[in-house]
Protein backbone atom coordinates (compact mmCIF):
# COMPACT_ATOMS: atom_id res chain seq x y z
CA UNK A 1 0.00 0.00 0.00
CA UNK A 2 3.51 2.47 0.64
CA UNK A 3 4.19 2.06 -2.97
CA UNK A 4 0.51 2.29 -4.41
CA UNK A 5 -0.09 5.54 -2.13
CA UNK A 6 3.37 7.08 -2.98
CA UNK A 7 2.09 6.37 -6.84
CA UNK A 8 -1.26 8.42 -6.15
CA UNK A 9 1.04 11.32 -4.43
CA UNK A 10 2.77 11.75 -7.88
CA UNK A 11 6.09 9.69 -7.45
CA UNK A 12 7.69 8.98 -10.59
CA UNK A 13 10.44 6.85 -8.40
CA UNK A 14 10.28 4.51 -5.67
CA UNK A 15 13.12 3.25 -4.42
CA UNK A 16 12.24 -0.02 -1.93
CA UNK A 17 14.32 -0.64 1.84
CA UNK A 18 14.07 -3.79 3.52
CA UNK A 19 11.60 -5.54 1.68
CA UNK A 20 13.33 -8.82 1.87
CA UNK A 21 10.04 -11.18 0.63
CA UNK A 22 11.99 -14.01 2.73
CA UNK A 23 11.82 -16.32 6.06
CA UNK A 24 15.77 -16.98 5.21
CA UNK A 25 16.85 -14.51 7.71
CA UNK A 26 14.58 -15.33 10.17
CA UNK A 27 10.30 -14.37 10.74
CA UNK A 28 11.63 -11.04 12.01
CA UNK A 29 14.00 -8.56 13.01
CA UNK A 30 11.95 -8.17 16.19
CA UNK A 31 11.17 -11.93 16.97
CA UNK A 32 8.14 -13.98 17.05
CA UNK A 33 4.94 -11.45 17.44
CA UNK A 34 3.18 -12.38 21.03
CA UNK A 35 -0.07 -12.40 21.99
CA UNK A 36 -2.07 -14.48 19.15
CA UNK A 37 -0.72 -12.54 16.15
CA UNK A 38 0.24 -14.55 13.65
CA UNK A 39 3.83 -14.61 12.19
CA UNK A 40 4.57 -15.03 8.51
CA UNK A 41 4.86 -18.97 7.00
CA UNK A 42 5.99 -19.47 3.84
CA UNK A 43 2.53 -18.98 2.07
CA UNK A 44 2.34 -15.75 3.66
CA UNK A 45 5.63 -14.60 1.55
CA UNK A 46 4.62 -16.14 -1.63
CA UNK A 47 1.35 -14.23 -1.39
CA UNK A 48 3.51 -10.94 -0.69
CA UNK A 49 5.63 -11.64 -3.92
CA UNK A 50 2.13 -12.33 -6.14
CA UNK A 51 0.65 -9.15 -4.87
CA UNK A 52 4.14 -7.06 -5.49
CA UNK A 53 4.17 -8.42 -9.20
CA UNK A 54 0.41 -7.00 -9.73
CA UNK A 55 1.43 -3.86 -8.08
CA UNK A 56 4.68 -3.77 -10.62
CA UNK A 57 1.99 -4.65 -13.56
CA UNK A 58 -0.35 -2.10 -12.17
CA UNK A 59 2.38 1.14 -12.05
CA UNK A 60 4.52 -0.19 -15.20
CA UNK A 61 4.62 3.99 -15.70
CA UNK A 62 6.86 4.36 -12.36
CA UNK A 63 10.13 3.42 -11.90
CA UNK A 64 10.94 1.25 -8.51
CA UNK A 65 13.52 -0.26 -7.41
CA UNK A 66 14.84 -2.55 -4.81
CA UNK A 67 17.01 -1.53 -2.94
CA UNK A 68 17.19 -4.14 0.41
CA UNK A 69 20.32 -5.76 0.89
CA UNK A 70 19.03 -9.22 1.27
CA UNK A 71 15.18 -10.06 -1.02
CA UNK A 72 13.94 -12.64 -2.72
CA UNK A 73 11.49 -9.84 -4.47
CA UNK A 74 12.79 -9.57 -7.85
CA UNK A 75 9.52 -8.23 -9.44
CA UNK A 76 11.38 -4.96 -9.16
CA UNK A 77 14.97 -3.93 -10.59
CA UNK A 78 17.41 -4.22 -7.88
CA UNK A 79 19.56 -0.93 -7.05
CA UNK A 80 22.24 -0.41 -4.37
CA UNK A 81 21.38 2.24 -1.99
CA UNK A 82 24.64 3.74 -2.32
CA UNK A 83 24.04 4.06 -5.72
CA UNK A 84 20.63 5.65 -5.44
CA UNK A 85 22.15 8.32 -2.69
CA UNK A 86 25.29 9.09 -4.48
Known sequence: M???FAAS?????????G???SLKEGVHFHGLHAGG???PTQVSVTRWQQHFAG???ELR???IFNCSRRT????????S??????
Do not use: M, S, W
Request: charged content about 25%.
Open 2 to 4: AIQ
Open 9 to 17: LGAKRIFLL
Open 19 to 21: YDC
Open 37 to 39: LRN
Open 55 to 57: VRN
Open 61 to 63: HID
Open 72 to 79: ELTCFPKK
Open 81 to 86: LETVIA
